[in-house]
């Protein structure tokens, strides 16, 4: 079987939302799904491959992705004072604040993204995207399909993480716990956790998280590494809840990790 017709294996592997199924079948946001088809492009190749080397092979990869997502943890966001002339910019639901010489730009051509800004260079570029509803649950890893959502529960419970089934909570609860609380006797809950952590965090290396008005906000964040071999974060991805299953994105860049978590500390419902 020619690896084209199991790259959707890949794509639900790269998806960093696969913890929970899509009630309204929207797409993933238009960062994260771009990334995911940039992850498929690369898998696919002229080469024959059966369907089982393809997992096998993706869970290679997957285990390689938890063994460098194993100490991303929650942080809180900082709070920040505020310059006074920064202004606010919003999509009619989510709202932040931005420097002065932030201005609404004509949005790239997709039906996830309702609004676009950026400052004259583009140093500063902001994306907001629709909000998306997901249902209560959990639907699987392809790489790992003996894996329930009963096992991912049990998991969570022996961990001690807080889980309610909802998208939310997922995020709180892979992000809550890091390679020091790894013992023999967890090892098989901290395995499972650890895979479904590595799939939430494929494209990232960090997780803050703040409460806007009693609302869920994590902030992911990616980073390059510069000439000096520094981890520099180059952007991150907000996601914003009105509850644990409504979930709003904003996609935030800026030339330094300060000037996106300030901007993103401001990040609430209109």
Not at 114 to 123: H, K, R
Not at 149 to 170: I, M, N, P, Q, W
Request: net charge negative.
């Amino acid at each position: 079987m020619k690896k084209t017709l199991t790259a959707l294996i890949t794509a639900a592997i790269a998806l960093t939302a696969v913890s929970c199924s899509n009630k309204n079948e929207n797409k993933p946001s238009e960062t994260e799904s771009t990334t995911a088809s940039e992850a498929v492009t690369a898998e696919v190749t002229t080469e024959e491959e059966t369907e089982d080397e393809l997992t096998k092979r993706i869970r290679e990869e997957l285990e390689e992705d938890m063994k460098r997502c194993d100490d991303i943890t929650l942080q809180e966001l900082p709070e920040y004072d505020i310059p006074d002339d920064w202004h606010e910019i919003n999509n009619g639901t989510v709202k932040m604040l931005v420097p002065p010489d932030v201005e609404e730009t004509e949005k790239m051509d997709s039906s996830r993204v309702s609004n676009e800004y950026q400052n004259e260079d583009d140093s500063i570029h902001i994306i907001f995207h629709d909000w998306l509803k997901w249902d209560e649950g959990w639907v699987g890893t392809p790489a790992f399909p003996d894996l329930t959502g009963e096992d991912v529960e049990k998991a969570f419970a022996e961990l001690g993480l807080d889980y309610d089934g909802t998208r939310a909570s997922f995020i709180k609860a892979v992000s809550s716990f890091s390679g020091a609380e790894k013992t023999r006797e967890n090892e098989e809950a901290y395995r499972i956790a650890s895979i479904e952590k590595a799939v939430e965090f494929k494209f990232y290396a960090s997780v803050f998280h703040d409460l806007s008005d009693g609302h869920d906000v994590f902030i992911k964040g990616d980073y390059y590494k510069n000439y000096d071999d520094e981890e520099i974060m180059d952007h991150a991805f907000v996601l914003i809840f009105s509850d644990g299953n409504n979930e709003y994105h904003v996609r935030v860049e800026a030339p330094s990790e300060e000037e996106i978590l300030m901007m993103c500390s401001t990040i609430s419902f209109s």
